[in-house]
Every structure is written in structure tokens, then in C-alpha cells.
């Protein structure tokens, strides 16, 4: 009924803005405080003001089709909408604004609200946030809308190592300061967190993006305890660079006061970095990020403590003109190299290598033609190793898809 409610709301919604007068429609004034750090990503999008009202409305779509084969075998072809993407802004005040975004992922089939809060501004270094946040560990979660990457599916490490797209409820504080071509920015929550599920899954490792399925979390903690995260960024003209960690009690340790286990801590680190390079405009974006979970002795060695992973794209423009019609047109070409690791370390009896792990080359073309839609063709290649070492799947097709602001 929950989610009946929130589609019945969402038409709803969509359908008073259909009889908007299109003349009343214009671009909303952006932030005066945006200036490209991944931490205003949620801000730094375009959106679409209704008159003279204070509500700006915004969103984006994803559309793919796909051909893979794993050692020879495939399903064939395939298409999805693996999301569609809904926000809403409004200034209450001129230090006090509201974002929401709300996503239909899979054509319909979950509904999700990424991020819903309040943001009240006291001074460009002290300002307060609460609700929905997505939790800032490494960049990609923050700053993920499909219209901003020229590859058709996210970054391994950040969906399938990291949960991204991670989002909880909580409270925090957040500040920038600038100084001439330098800005500094950072962020601290604390909101709710993981549940047992990172170990107890059906993908037979310790698995964090488990803990998503948990709708729970948008209610009360499952243990009491506060995920605490927290990013500092500094950046240097068009050059980026972000530290960042979360970390906490995973496990539910105590019930009705009596205790059921140890406490059980989770731990993450992530660097973040993104650059352009001015003689050639080529354009680098990536992060790697490490993770300790203390799981119980009495797991098997394939749930492992410790993983790690993440992802390079680098991004050649050849092309700047007017191209099909298309003014200010762009043609890229790129290419993604990404690993994962599910399970550092070795196996007790024998000392041997836990393996368990995966790369990617992805090499893309990418059409431009305005900097909001992006239409891109990719080839991934894959290798992935199972817990044993053995000789690895390899896993190749080609992906087409497209993505817009709207």
C-alpha cells in the first residue's frame, strides 16, 4: 500500500505539472554557493521553476539495451529503464531550502527516495542537514545522475562493493570555504546503518550494498548505534580531491537490554579525485576505497574481513562543434578500468590466495548533443574469479543506451 500510495502521489503530481502553462516555466537560478565540488552535486543539477513560485521541479532517465555472453553462453538481447529519477527543490527562505529526489528503478518496480532534506544555512562553513542523506563515502554516490558518466552501467565498486546508491536518515553539518582559485569543503552525519544482512545474504560474502533491501532503516537503527560518515574535498580550479570515511556497529548486539553478541564494527575509507587536463581537455574521474568488517570466527573463510576496489574513467572529447543539427555538440571517446576485490587475504590451511574477485575494460563512444543528454555506446569486458582461484569467467557484450536531464 506504501508504494500504491507513492505512485498514485507521483501521477498525481506529474499530472498538475502537465497543465502547467509552459510560458510559466523557466530555469531556476543556480545556487550562488555551487562551484562543481562533488558535495553540492544534489544542488548542481538543472531544474525547472514554476512562476513565481519557490518549488523548482527536475529529473532524469536512463534507457539501455545490452548483448553479454559469459564463456560462450548467452540470453540474448535484452532492454531495461533501470531508472527514472524525480526531484523537487524549494527555497523556504533564503537560508533555508528543501531537496527531495525520488527514483523509480527498474521500470517501476522498486521506488526509492534518495535523498529528502532540509538544509538551514548559518554561515558557509556551519550549516545544518536533516532527513534522507545520502551517506558521502567517495564521490560517485553523491554524484551519480546517469546524465553526467558516458558508461551505461555504474561503477562496480560503487553498486556492487560500496551500496551505492546509499541513503539514510540522519542529521549533520556540512560547510565550504574559498580562497581565490582554492575551495574546501566538508561533511559529517550521523544516521542510521547497516544490519546483519552485509554477512547474511544470498551472494555468499560479506556484501554491504545488502543492507539496501532493508526498509527498515528509514525508521529507527536496527542496533542503536549511529553510522557516522565523514568527507572533507579540496579543490583547485578544475582539479578535485576528496578523503573520505564511515564507519560503525553493524550488528544487532542487544535486545530488550540483554545481550546477544559482541559489538561488530564496520569500517570504510575512500579517496576520490576528479581533474582536467587543459592541453587536451581530457577529462579523469575515479575512486578506490577499502573496507574492514569484523565477522564472526565462526563464518567461513569465504565471507571475507577485509575488500577493496574501484574505478578509473578517462574521457577524450574529438569532437566540439556543430554536429546533426546539434550546436555546441560533443563526440567523446573514454574508457573505464575498474577492479574489485570481495575477499582480501588467505586461506588458513594452506596459505594460499583468497581469490574471489573482479576487472573491467569497458571502451566507450559517447554523443553529446548538449552537455544534459548523453547518447553511448560501450563493449565491457570482464573477468571474474571465483573464491577457489579457478580459471576465471570471461564475460563480454556490447551496451548501447541513453540518458537525459529533463
Same mark, same amino acid.
Given at each position: $500500500?506504501?508504494?500504491?500510495?507513492?505512485?498514485?502521489?507521483?501521477?498525481?503530481?506529474?499530472?498538475?505539472?502537465?497543465?502547467?502553462?509552459?510560458?510559466?516555466? %523557466?530555469?531556476?537560478?543556480?545556487?550562488?554557493? &555551487?562551484?562543481?565540488?562533488? $558535495?553540492?552535486?544534489?544542488?548542481?543539477?538543472?531544474?525547472?521553476?514554476?512562476?513565481?513560485?519557490?518549488?523548482?521541479?527536475?529529473?532524469?532517465? +536512463?534507457?539501455?539495451?545490452?548483448?553479454?555472453?559469459?564463456?560462450?553462453?548467452?540470453?540474448?538481447?535484452?532492454?531495461?529503464?533501470?531508472?527514472?529519477?524525480?526531484?523537487?527543490?524549494?527555497?523556504?527562505?533564503? %537560508?533555508? %531550502?528543501?531537496?527531495? +529526489?525520488?527514483?523509480?528503478?527498474?521500470?517501476?518496480?522498486?521506488?526509492?527516495?534518495?535523498?529528502?532534506?532540509?538544509?538551514?544555512?548559518?554561515?558557509?562553513?556551519?550549516?545544518?542537514?536533516?532527513?534522507?542523506?545520502?551517506?558521502?563515502?567517495?564521490?560517485?554516490?553523491?554524484?551519480?545522475?546517469?546524465?553526467?558518466?558516458?558508461?551505461?552501467?555504474?561503477?562496480?565498486?560503487?553498486?556492487?562493493?560500496?551500496?551505492?546508491?546509499?541513503?539514510?536518515?540522519?542529521?549533520?553539518?556540512?560547510?565550504?570555504?574559498?580562497?581565490?582559485?582554492?575551495?574546501?569543503?566538508?561533511?559529517?552525519?550521523?544516521?542510521?546503518?547497516?544490519?546483519?544482512? @552485509?554477512?547474511?545474504?544470498?551472494?555468499?560474502?560479506?556484501?554491504?550494498?545488502?543492507?539496501?533491501?532493508?526498509?527498515?532503516?528509514? +525508521?529507527?537503527?536496527?542496533?542503536?548505534?549511529?553510522?557516522?560518515?565523514?568527507?572533507?574535498?579540496?579543490?583547485?580550479?578544475?582539479?578535485?580531491?576528496?578523503?573520505?570515511?564511515?564507519?560503525? &556497529?553493524?550488528?544487532?548486539?542487544? +535486545?530488550?537490554?540483554?545481550?546477544?553478541?559482541?559489538?561488530?564494527?564496520?569500517?570504510?575509507?575512500?579517496?576520490?579525485?576528479?581533474?582536467?587536463?587543459?592541453?587536451?581537455?581530457?577529462?579523469?574521474?575515479?575512486?578506490?576505497?577499502?573496507?574492514?568488517?569484523?565477522?564472526?570466527?565462526?563464518?567461513?573463510?569465504?565471507?571475507?574481513?577485509?575488500?577493496?576496489?574501484?574505478?578509473?574513467?578517462?574521457?577524450?572529447?574529438?569532437?566540439?562543434?556543430?554536429?546533426?543539427?546539434?550546436? %555546441?555538440?560533443?563526440?567523446?571517446?573514454?574508457?573505464?578500468?575498474?577492479?574489485?576485490?570481495?575477499?582480501?587475504?588467505?586461506?588458513?590451511?594452506?596459505?594460499?590466495?583468497?581469490?574471489?574477485?573482479?576487472?573491467?575494460?569497458?571502451?566507450?563512444?559517447?554523443?553529446?548533443?548538449?552537455?544534459?543528454?548523453? @547518447?553511448?555506446?560501450?563493449?565491457?569486458?570482464?573477468?571474474?574469479?571465483?573464491?577457489?582461484?579457478?580459471?576465471?569467467?570471461?564475460?563480454?557484450?556490447?551496451?548501447?543506451? &541513453?540518458?537525459?536531464?529533463?
Amino acid at each position: $500500500m506504501r508504494y500504491l500510495y507513492s505512485i498514485t502521489l507521483l501521477i498525481c503530481s506529474l499530472s498538475a505539472w502537465t497543465q502547467v502553462d509552459s510560458s510559466l516555466l %523557466k530555469k531556476a537560478a543556480k545556487d550562488s554557493t &555551487i562551484t562543481g565540488m562533488n $558535495m553540492d552535486a544534489v544542488y548542481n543539477r538543472p531544474f525547472l521553476q514554476v512562476g513565481k513560485t519557490p518549488i523548482a521541479v527536475g529529473g532524469y532517465i +536512463e534507457a539501455d539495451y545490452q548483448y553479454m555472453g559469459e564463456d560462450g553462453l548467452t540470453e540474448g538481447h535484452s532492454f531495461r529503464i533501470p531508472r527514472l529519477t524525480i526531484f523537487m527543490s524549494s527555497a523556504i527562505h533564503q %537560508k533555508i %531550502k528543501f531537496l527531495t +529526489e525520488l527514483e523509480l528503478e527498474e521500470g517501476g518496480k522498486e521506488i526509492a527516495i534518495e535523498f529528502a532534506a532540509l538544509d538551514f544555512n548559518f554561515h558557509p562553513l556551519l550549516n545544518l542537514r536533516g532527513g534522507v542523506i545520502m551517506n558521502p563515502i567517495g564521490a560517485f554516490n553523491q554524484n551519480h545522475d546517469g546524465p553526467k558518466w558516458e558508461f551505461v552501467d555504474r561503477p562496480l565498486s560503487a553498486e556492487q562493493m560500496l551500496p551505492a546508491t546509499w541513503s539514510n536518515v540522519g542529521f549533520g553539518i556540512y560547510g565550504k570555504h574559498y580562497q581565490n582559485d582554492w575551495a574546501f569543503g566538508y561533511e559529517g552525519y550521523l544516521t542510521n546503518g547497516f544490519n546483519n544482512a @552485509i554477512i547474511e545474504n544470498d551472494q555468499n560474502r560479506t556484501f554491504l550494498p545488502a543492507s539496501k533491501a532493508n526498509a527498515d532503516r528509514f +525508521e529507527e537503527t536496527n542496533n542503536g548505534e549511529p553510522l557516522i560518515t565523514l568527507k572533507t574535498g579540496l579543490r583547485y580550479k578544475n582539479n578535485e580531491i576528496g578523503l573520505s570515511y564511515m564507519g560503525g &556497529i553493524y550488528n544487532t548486539h542487544t +535486545e530488550d537490554g540483554l545481550v546477544l553478541e559482541n559489538k561488530r564494527r564496520l569500517d570504510v575509507w575512500a579517496v576520490d579525485f576528479n581533474t582536467t587536463l587543459t592541453p587536451t581537455k581530457t577529462y579523469l574521474v575515479g575512486e578506490y576505497a577499502w573496507i574492514w568488517v569484523d565477522v564472526p570466527a565462526s563464518y567461513s573463510q569465504q565471507y571475507g574481513n577485509q575488500q577493496h576496489g574501484g574505478f578509473i574513467d578517462i574521457v577524450q572529447p574529438v569532437l566540439n562543434r556543430t554536429i546533426l543539427g546539434f550546436t %555546441k555538440a560533443t563526440l567523446n571517446v573514454a574508457c573505464r578500468l575498474e577492479y574489485v576485490d570481495w575477499n582480501v587475504g588467505s586461506f588458513r590451511e594452506t596459505g594460499e590466495n583468497i581469490s574471489d574477485d573482479i576487472w573491467a575494460v569497458v571502451p566507450a563512444v559517447s554523443f553529446r548533443p548538449t552537455a544534459q543528454t548523453v @547518447i553511448r555506446l560501450n563493449y565491457r569486458i570482464m573477468r571474474q574469479q571465483d573464491i577457489l582461484g579457478n580459471p576465471p569467467a570471461s564475460i563480454a557484450g556490447v551496451q548501447f543506451g &541513453i540518458s537525459s536531464y529533463f
